[in-house]
């Protein structure tokens, strides 16, 4: 570790040059709304934000400590203290909720730009302190960080798409797909694009690889091991599934149903509305759904594993030390516990020494029997109870099979949520813990 007044001289020259850049594309912003848009409030609000990024790069090269531009150490302190899974995972799906809600306003240019803004600025200001830095911009990190920038403005451009769609929808007007449906032949427009793009690519990977430095590590070691050892970031959703299923079903069952479902949803799937263009009002169960599972369960979870799991496999703040040294109470429980031993105050049911194979089932089935009636109300009674009441329109519509297909397929991905929020708020380990034969839920 490095005293922070070495560490910020050490960057200095690179928040000075990360400051610049961000003034030279809001300078270049600001010209181009005077030049084209004939917006002259916006062009000067963003070319004095050009100017202030031009201080923040003076004061970042100046190389002095007390200049460097950082967020305020009460606010890092706070940050960490109130950083945690609950809290995470409670803060990034009303994040989504409110962008979904409120999508109307956020798909504004000047809004997005100004969020855009915001992001990269509160990212300079956390990379002066050495904590953040160390991670954000490890060589393994450096590409997350860049594809987490690039998910969000992908999805902002889809977003902002079907809002114009499904107002042109309402008006009783065809999409804007429907507008630009020329068709044009594979050669030469499409081998052209390709090329071009990969002579771009070829050569952003070639910059990339000169001046950012391949992160390999010693030989492996059977007696020295990385920590916290991480999986490939593209695997570190089923990583962070582990800490809360078995093996068996994070890390074989719910891939499989993964792609299972992505196999069956063109035979599950009954609204034609939407095919071929973007529209979020016309396939509205879908795109959540989907946003769900996919920005939640998923990306927020590679997130989550990336930056904020630590030695040990321990939730660490933003720009809190990751030291091997820290120690969390892990008092985890299972089900069987908590109803017959916490709540009936009695032992769990254990059968006789030298019982037979079917006392032993049966001893098994009665001790588990709290976990395995939720897991038969879960699966097989709320389904049908959700088509008589919220589903009852899918349910008349998809027919029984492909209803209970659709309906088992949801839940089991609800399942990853809820199994989180209990082990957070009531330390539950298991709802069923089979281990004679190795089968926990």
């Known amino acids: 570790m490095h005293s922070n007044g070495l560490f910020l001289k050490d960057v200095a020259g690179f928040l000075g040059s990360y400051y610049t850049a961000l003034a030279v594309m ?22 004095v934000f050009a100017g202030v990024m031009m201080i923040l790069a003076s004061l970042a090269l100046s190389g002095s400590p007390g200049l460097v531009p950082a967020l305020p150490a009460w606010l890092r302190g706070l940050v960490n203290q109130l950083s945690g899974p609950v809290l995470y995972t409670l803060g990034t799906t009303a994040l989504l909720t409110v962008l979904f809600v409120f999508r109307r306003f956020f798909v504004k240019p000047m809004v997005a730009w100004t969020i855009l803004n915001a992001m990269l600025l509160l990212m300079g200001l956390s990379m002066a ?13 450096v590409p997350i960080v860049g594809l987490v920038f690039l998910l969000a403005f992908f999805t902002w451009v889809a977003t902002k798409q079907a809002v114009v769609n499904d107002d042109r ?16 032949l594979v050669w030469p ?20 690889a000169i001046f950012l430095p391949a992160p390999l590590e010693e030989p492996a070691s059977s007696v020295k091991t990385p920590n916290p050892s991480k999986a490939p970031w593209y695997f570190l959703g089923l990583q962070e599934m582990l800490v809360y299923f078995d093996p068996w079903y994070a890390g ?47 990306i927020t979870l590679i997130i989550l594993g990336t930056f904020l799991r630590g030695p040990n496999w321990n939730f660490f ?54 976990g395995l009636v939720l897991l038969g109300a879960y699966l097989l ?20 099979i492909r209803y209970m297909i659709m309906a088992n397929l949801m839940l089991l991905m609800l399942s990853l949520p809820l199994k989180m929020v209990l082990r957070w708020t009531m330390n539950l380990k298991y709802l069923v813990s089979i281990p004679e034969f190795s089968l926990n839920f």
């Not at 929808?169 to 044009?184: F, R, S, T, W, Y």
Request: hydrophobic content about 50%; overall charge negative.
């Open 26 to 47: 809001n300078g270049v912003a600001g010209y181009l709304l005077w030049k084209r848009s004939k917006e002259p409030t916006q062009a000067l609000v963003w070319t």
């Open 129 to 141: 302190d050495e904590n953040f830095a160390s991670i954000v911009m490890k060589p393994d990190n």
């Open 169 to 184: 929808i309402a008006q009783g007007l065809p999409p804007m797909e429907k507008l630009d449906d020329e068709k044009v």
């Open 189 to 208: 427009d499409l081998v052209y694009t390709e090329l071009i793009c990969m002579i771009a690519v070829s050569a952003f990977l070639l910059a990339w």
């Open 252 to 298: 074989v069952v719910l891939p499989s149903l993964v792609i299972f479902g992505l196999m069956a949803m063109p035979y599950l799937d009954f609204n034609k509305k939407g095919n071929g263009y973007y529209s979020i009002a016309e396939r509205k169960f879908s795109y959540l759904t989907f946003q769900f599972g996919f920005l939640e369960l998923w």
């Open 317 to 370: 703040g933003p720009f809190e030390y990751w030291s091997p040294y820290k120690v969390e109470v892990l008092n985890n429980v299972d089900l069987p516990q908590m109803f017959w031993v916490n709540l009936l105050d009695r032992p769990l049911p254990r059968a006789p020494q030298g019982a037979s194979t079917l006392t032993q089932v049966g001893t098994i089935l009665l001790r588990e029997a709290p």
């Open 381 to 400: 009674i709320l389904p049908p109870l959700l088509a008589v009441t919220v589903f009852r329109g899918f349910f008349a519509r998809m027919g029984f």
